[in-house]
Structures are given as C-alpha cells and as structure tokens.
C-alpha cells in the first residue's frame, strides 16, 4: 500500500467530505480515505498496482473540487 496526501480546496461542510469520499472510495485499490475538513487534507491509501493520484485528482474535480496540491 502507498499513501498519499492531497489538499482540496472548496470543501466546506461535512456533506463535501462524504462527496469526495465517496467518489473516492469506489475506485479499485483504494483502501482508506481519510478526510480533514478544516485543513482540506485528504489523505488516501492505495494499491499503487490498481490506481493512482491522477486517478484520484480526476474524480475530485469532477465531483466539483480543486485539488490544490499534495505531498
């Protein structure tokens, strides 16, 4: 498993947390999402052989959100 980190931005309540998990959670080899709302931070383990933060980046922006960064 490998983690990652990313910082989105435009989440402001906890109905934004469960839409970007649960956009997230689907994708195969995502393992834990988890989701800092006052920080932007989420943070996600994965199955780098499955996916990949390009894969992540990708439904969080379609879901309505920025991904400002990561790391």
Same mark, same amino acid.
């Given at each position: 498993? #490998? @983690?990652?980190?990313?910082?989105v ?17 689907? /994708? ?6 988890? /989701?800092?709302? #006052? $920080?932007? =931070?989420?943070? /996600? $383990? ?7 933060p390009? =894969?992540?980046?990708?439904? /969080?922006?379609?879901?309505?959100? #920025?991904?400002?960064? @990561?790391?």
């Amino acid at each position: 498993m #490998e @983690n990652i980190t990313l910082t989105v931005k435009g989440m402001t309540c906890m109905g934004c947390v469960k839409s970007v998990k649960n956009v997230l959670a689907p /994708i195969p080899g995502v393992a834990v999402v988890d /989701i800092v709302l #006052e $920080s932007g =931070q989420v943070a /996600i $383990s994965f199955d780098p052989t499955k996916a990949g933060p390009d =894969q992540f980046k990708t439904a /969080i922006q379609d879901a309505g959100y #920025e991904v400002v960064g @990561n790391g």
